[in-house]
């Protein structure tokens, strides 16, 4: 489990300096050495403990408003995720492959037209729209759709503080439904994990304090292109370890 803990940390300060990031950078790096089912229960389980904390210091900062519209189009899509996490559980080079492919193909697109085509201007409505559904079925699967969401409220929340509240609150409902799902009907638990979560409770206040201070010093011009670049190493490790089981 060390190194379960080793990257949690880090994910977590990344997850509080930008208000998402700890599940959809974390679970492909930490499913090399744990397995996907493991990986997903552990960061998810872990990163809902310190979305709760961002959301109750930062409630004042929540644009309820975009927490509404998010909520109400994410929620019914839900439980496609958990359908479709159901049917390929058992192939975990499968499980690798979706994953990393969703994460290289959001993160590749906006590095390549961020940064390439020097193009901040917000996506089609229709694109933002399509991201934001699929964004919620991958939620539901992996716990792993803020790449996609956020395609979405990056589009509505410029401001860095209110984006990461409001994302927080969000992440709270999705990946609590979700783990009521992987408990109950996936039994993804067990006890060892369970032990697991709560000896990370430390660094969950740890992460917290650090990424805090850092999130005020990050320029609102950077942080995106850094996250998108993290995830898109994430993505590509992902699909690399797929292929490797497949073959």
């Given amino acids: 489990m060390i190194y379960f803990f080793v990257i949690l940390f880090f994910m977590l300060i990344l997850e509080t300096v930008v208000g998402f990031g700890s599940t959809s950078i974390g679970i492909p790096i930490l499913s090399l050495f744990l397995g996907t089912e493991v990986s997903v229960a552990l960061m998810s389980a872990s990163g809902a403990v310190l979305c709760l904390v961002i ?3 930062q409630v004042k900062k929540i644009n309820w408003r975009e927490f509404f519209i998010i909520a109400a189009a994410v ?3 839900l439980p496609l995720g958990y359908l479709a996490y159901a049917s390929i559980r058992q192939w975990e080079w499968l499980l690798r492959l979706v994953m990393g492919t969703t994460v290289v193909f959001i993160a590749g697109h906006e590095l390549w037209r961020r940064m390439v085509r020097k193009d901040s ?3 089609p409505r229709w694109a ?4 934001l ?4 079925v991958v939620e539901g699967m992996f716990s792993m759709g803020g790449p996609l969401i956020n395609v979405y409220t990056l589009t509505r929340l410029k401001d860095k503080t209110v984006f990461r509240a409001t ?3 969000i992440w709270v409902m999705t990946i609590s439904l979700s783990m009521v799902f992987r408990v109950f009907y996936l039994q993804a638990y067990s006890r060892p994990m369970w032990m697991a979560v709560l000896y990370s409770l430390p660094l ?3 992460a917290f304090l650090l990424g805090n201070k850092l999130h005020y010093r990050l320029p609102d011009d950077k942080f995106i292109n850094l996250i998108y670049g993290v995830q898109l190493v994430s993505g590509l490790l992902s699909i690399g370890g797929g292929l490797f089981l497949m073959g």
Avoid at 128 to 131: D, E, H, N, S
Avoid at 133 to 136: C, I, L, P
């Fill in 204 to 206: 969950v206040l740890i």
């Fill in 128 to 131: 933002i729209y399509t991201a």
């Fill in 121 to 123: 201007s917000d996506l």
């Fill in 75 to 77: 929620l019914p899509c």
């Fill in 133 to 136: 559904v699929a964004g919620a």
């Fill in 167 to 169: 994302m927080s609150g």
């Fill in 55 to 57: 959301f109750i210091s």
